[in-house]
């Protein structure tokens, strides 16, 4: 069964910088399309980036674009997010999140429903 283990997140001043890694399990991390959420009181669960194993083409929200950077090391079998500039407004908890099925369908990565194996989560707290 594919676990997904989440670390590094903390609380950090805004303009500061946090790695999140995603620690993965399977004799098939690589072909796995995984992506990073987050979600914080009240609001849904939202999509941070992502990226597609076909391709490695990865895909960020607008909010995200030029401060985090989605990647991967198969041969770790980790998924990281590394985040600069960090803002108040990306205070959340982070989760990362697999879709390991090579017959998913459509690949439609903003779409929580889509993935079939998430990770506990980890918080990060940025403060002003």
């Known amino acids: 069964q594919v676990q997904l283990v989440e670390s590094g997140g903390g609380l950090v001043q805004a303009g500061g910088s946090l790695r999140l890694s995603c620690a993965g399990s399977g004799r098939t991390f690589g072909t796995y399309d995984m992506g990073w959420f987050r979600q914080s009181p009240g609001k849904e669960r939202a999509v941070v980036a992502a990226?597609?194993?076909?391709?490695?083409?990865?895909y960020y929200v607008e909010s995200v674009k030029g401060r985090f950077t989605i990647s991967r090391d198969n041969a770790k079998k980790t998924l990281y997010l590394q985040m600069n500039t960090l803002k108040p407004e990306d205070t959340a908890v982070y989760y990362c999140a697999a879709q390991t099925s090579t017959d998913s369908g459509t690949y439609d990565y903003k779409n929580p429903v889509w993935y079939n194996v998430w990770g506990q989560g980890t918080q990060v707290t940025v403060s002003s």
């Open positions: 990226i597609n194993w076909i391709s490695g083409s990865s």
